[in-house]
Antibody, heavy 125, light 113 residues
Framework: EVQLVESGGGLVKPGGSLRLSCAASGFTFSNAWMNWVRQAPGKGLEWVGRIKSNTDGGTTDYAAPVKGRFTISRDDSENTLYLQMNSLKAEDTGVYYC????????????????WGQGTLVTVSS | DIVMIQSPDSLAVSLGERATINCKSSQSVLYSSNNKNYLAWYQQKPGQPPKLLTY???TRESGVPDRFSGSGSGTDFTLTISSLQAEDVAVYYC?????????FGGGTKVEIK
């Protein structure tokens, strides 16, 4: 069974840092393009960024609001995705989801077919 | 960035009746080389992560009931629930995967009338 489990969320002060993790299982993590998507309380979905598989270059793309502050990385030996968040702002508050194509990888690598349950990040003084 | 606009923001439909959600993109998401629309629909129930319903605008994900159907091409798309069931109460989002940044519509909340 494909599974994504996020961790690392919590309360942090504005200007602070936090690192989220996403543990993956049930699929070949090293082949997957991995994404972070967030959702502010009571609001819609916002794509944060993604990292391609190393075989596809391992490059990253970010949404404009987080570019320069957030960094996505991966450890294929541990089947884990990371999101390093620096210079956090109140507007970064929300649930952060790890998501990937899963079984859809044969369709489009960047489809969001499988989602974790999310981890809550609260930025407040 | 491709902007996705959904309408309506919310709708209330009687059980067994049809629900129709619209989605418009600020530019075409039809890729000419393969004639595919890079448009997906998701369902999100309270307290749960989103669930992929359809991709390529009209292809249902495995296990999705056939009362859910997607249609449209280019910039205008529709998700139809042919006969609303109680378990369909949720927020529905369209999303383009034509290019980055991947962008979502604002969501449509579907409730029972």
């Amino acid at each position: 069974e494909v599974q994504l489990v996020e961790s690392g969320g919590g309360l942090v002060k504005p200007g602070g840092s936090l690192r989220l993790s996403c543990a993956a299982s049930g699929f070949t993590f090293s082949n997957a393009w991995m994404n972070w998507v967030r959702q502010a309380p009571g609001k819609g979905l916002e794509w944060v960024g993604r990292i391609k598989s190393n075989t596809d270059g391992g490059t990253t793309d970010y949404a404009a609001p987080v570019k320069g502050r957030f960094t996505i990385s991966r450890d294929d030996s541990e089947n884990t995705l990371y999101l390093q968040m620096n210079s956090l702002k109140a507007e970064d508050t929300g649930v952060y989801y790890c998501t990937t194509a899963g079984a859809m990888i044969g369709v489009v690598k960047w489809l969001l077919g499988v989602w974790g349950q999310g981890t809550l990040v609260t930025v407040s003084s | 960035d491709i902007v996705m606009i959904q309408s309506p923001d919310s709708l209330a439909v009687s059980l067994g009746e049809r629900a129709t959600i619209n989605c418009k993109s600020s530019q075409s998401v039809l890729y000419s080389s393969n004639n595919k629309n890079y448009l997906a629909w998701y369902q999100q129930k309270p307290g749960q992560p989103p669930k992929l319903l359809t991709y390529w605008a009209s292809t249902r994900e495995s296990g999705v009931p056939d009362r859910f159907s997607g249609s449209g091409s280019g910039t205008d798309f529709t998700l139809t629930i042919s006969s609303l069931q109680a378990e369909d109460v949720a927020v529905y989002y369209c999303q383009q995967y034509y290019n980055t940044p991947l962008t979502f519509g604002g969501g449509t909340k579907v409730e029972i009338k």
